[in-house]
């Protein structure tokens, strides 16, 4: 009993600590050139009127609460290095949805079928999802129509050898900050898809942290969207021989601005660990933007870590080509638009899933 | 069928097509040969409808219709057709596919459904088996890791499936072995009937041994300064451009 109540004591200290600094000096509500907020023109949405003030010790024992149900271990908690669960750049995001929301968790074993659908605009707490089994599970996140004033947090724990197939629909919002955080013990895998289409403000943000011999894909897709579109990523290998891949894709016209800025972190005990990264965007006029920023942290020397950005526009010489076999232009676009983002709707596994997202993706395609 | 009189074109400022005349009858085989930078590859993109290319004067006539006012889809889908010298790679877009695409929109042009699955798959395959192209290259991204031999090909294959009125090749044995030469002629071959007409421009007279033409003429600085039959071009593989040139 005596030694619960010390470790409370020690964990809010740690926590209040924690929360008032990055509230404090990582909020981009209040301070705008945030080098991990740089692009995601926040400050437009500012309404949250709590993010801009200093927070009470009620407010900081809500975030003590919140966290302490996202570990297993409270001792492990106590530890600054847990709080602090990404070196350096721990997210805004992550600390100000467990201020505003409370956190509930779903077990992924329990569930029987194998594709659960979860429409996350319709639930206002930060969502913990946990999966042990080595069953196939996909689990397809629907956000759509959202409105929010504060960032949501979805975290995945997932255990040794497990799996897990996410499919993010983020889908016609008119304001939507997330949160998803993966941590993938040994020699587990995940797979997370994202598409982004018809939203007006978005920042989508993918922390993740890989352990030995795990594996981690993550594919975005931003297409046909307004406004600002900004996705922040930033996995770090903890454990040796673990790998990551990363392709982001944007086609952005109708004066959108799209930002992709992803990090790869390697400790300097995780060797072996082959990390790739891959931004490519697509500008189909002179009035809309993409902004990319890709970047290695490497402290192991041996390792494989590869990273790359372009942006183009449609090439008019294929445009010809397509022409000049009777292909009008307006087709010609669409098929080429659709070639650039195959890769992405390829990358899912699953056959029933990848024609329903194909389908999705289809209809949003301009 | 195609009636060129008088052409003149320019590129950024430079003429590069200066007072060109050219008639071909349907059914007839022409051939145009000419050293490099004669203007060859412009005229066949000028035909095609290319931009960027400025037209200073002169008129096109194709079928009874002004070329120039027709855009390059149109003039595809009204049965003109470029073999390039150099095909455009298409990452992510499957051969089969595009040549669906391409045949289903000359069916729209012309008011035609579209091709069923399977007629098409009988159609692709028979033709594809002619020139010797495996099925597994139909299933690549179209020209994308195909050798030179196999993009020139593959042309061919889009020329037999679309069978155009008007074919233009250009420099299509350039790149070619022996026996893709070969190949690639008889799919020619097969397709010359009284109903359709070729245009076919080479560095060399070795093409025209496959392919007899009924016409050669020379081109050389923008103008066509010799006309004949075949005899005209195994006389310039004897006698080289410069001197046919000057005697002209």
């Known amino acids: 009993m005596e030694l619960t109540l010390n470790l409370d004591k020690i964990q809010s200290d740690n926590v209040s600590k924690y929360a008032k600094t990055i509230l404090d000096k990582q909020n981009p509500y209040k301070n705008f050139k945030i080098e991990n907020y740089k692009y995601a023109q926040l400050h437009r949405d500012i309404k949250s009127e709590t993010l801009l003030r200093d927070i009470d010790i009620s407010e900081l024992l809500r975030i003590s609460k919140n966290i302490s149900s996202l570990t297993s271990n409270p001792v492990d908690l106590a530890s600054d290095l847990n709080l602090w669960k990404y070196k350096n750049d721990d997210s805004f995001f992550r600390v100000s949805s467990l201020l505003k929301r409370d956190t509930s968790s779903i077990n992924l074993d329990l569930i029987d079928d194998k594709n659960l659908f979860l429409d996350i605009s319709q639930i206002n707490e930060n969502i913990h999802f946990f999966k042990s089994s080595k069953n196939v599970i996909n689990l397809i996140i629907m956000n759509s129509k959202s409105n929010d004033e504060y960032p949501k947090s979805i975290f995945f724990d997932i255990s040794n050898d497990s799996n897990l197939n996410v499919i993010h629909f983020n889908i016609s919002n008119y304001k939507s900050f997330l949160y998803f955080e993966s941590n993938l013990q040994d020699n587990s895998h995940l797979n997370f898809v994202s598409f982004q289409s018809d939203n007006i403000h978005t920042r989508n943000e993918f922390y993740a942290s890989l352990n030995l011999e795990c594996n981690f894909d993550l594919f975005g897709l931003n297409i046909n969207n307004y406004g600002v579109n900004d996705n922040y990523s930033f996995i770090q290998h903890l454990k040796p021989s673990s790998s990551s891949r990363e392709i982001f894709k944007s086609i952005v016209e109708k004066g959108a601005i799209t930002n992709f800025q992803g990090k790869i972190y390697v400790d300097s005990i995780a060797q072996k660990t082959d990390g790739y990264q891959m931004s490519r965007s697509l500008l189909l006029d002179d009035i809309s933007k993409a902004n990319n920023k890709p970047e290695l942290e490497i402290y192991a020397d041996d390792v494989k870590c590869s990273h790359g950005s372009t942006v183009s526009k449609l090439d008019e010489d294929q445009i010809y080509y397509f022409k000049s076999r009777g292909i009008d232009s307006e087709m010609a676009k669409k098929i080429l638009k659709k070639a650039f983002i195959a890769e992405i709707i390829e990358s899912i596994k699953d056959d029933n899933l990848r024609d329903y997202s194909n389908n999705i993706i289809e209809s949003l395609l301009t | ?248």
Request: glycine share 6%; charged share 30%; net charge negative.
């Open chain 2, 1 to 248: 069928m195609l009636e060129i009189k008088n052409l003149h074109v320019s590129i950024e400022e430079k003429k590069i097509i200066k007072g060109l005349n050219l008639s071909i009858n349907k059914g007839e085989v022409h051939a145009l040969m000419g050293p490099n930078g004669s203007g060859k590859s412009t005229l066949s993109y000028v035909l095609s409808g290319k931009d960027k290319y400025e037209i200073d004067d002169g008129t096109i006539e194709y079928n009874e219709k002004n070329l120039l006012e027709l855009d390059v889809d149109e003039r595809a889908n009204e049965g003109l057709f470029l073999a390039f010298q150099y095909p455009m790679e298409i990452p992510g877009v499957q051969t089969s596919f595009f040549l669906k695409t391409a045949i289903n929109s000359k069916r729209k042009y012309l008011g035609h459904s579209e091709m069923d699955a399977l007629e098409f798959a009988k159609l692709m395959k028979s033709k594809a088996e002619e020139l010797n192209i495996n099925n597994e290259m139909l299933k690549r991204d179209l020209n994308v890791n195909y050798s030179g031999g196999e993009k020139k090909k593959q042309e061919i294959l889009q020329m037999s499936m679309l069978s155009p009125k008007m074919a233009i090749l250009d420099e299509t044995d350039s790149g070619l072995d022996i026996d893709a030469l070969r190949i690639v002629s008889e799919g020619v071959n097969k397709l010359r009937s009284k109903e359709n007409s070729f245009l076919v421009i080479t560095h060399y007279q070795r093409l025209l041994n496959y392919i007899k033409p009924d016409f050669v003429h020379i081109i050389a600085d923008g103008r066509i300064v010799k006309s004949g039959d075949y005899s005209l071009a195994l006389e310039l593989e004897e006698k080289g451009y410069e001197e046919i040139s000057k005697s002209a």
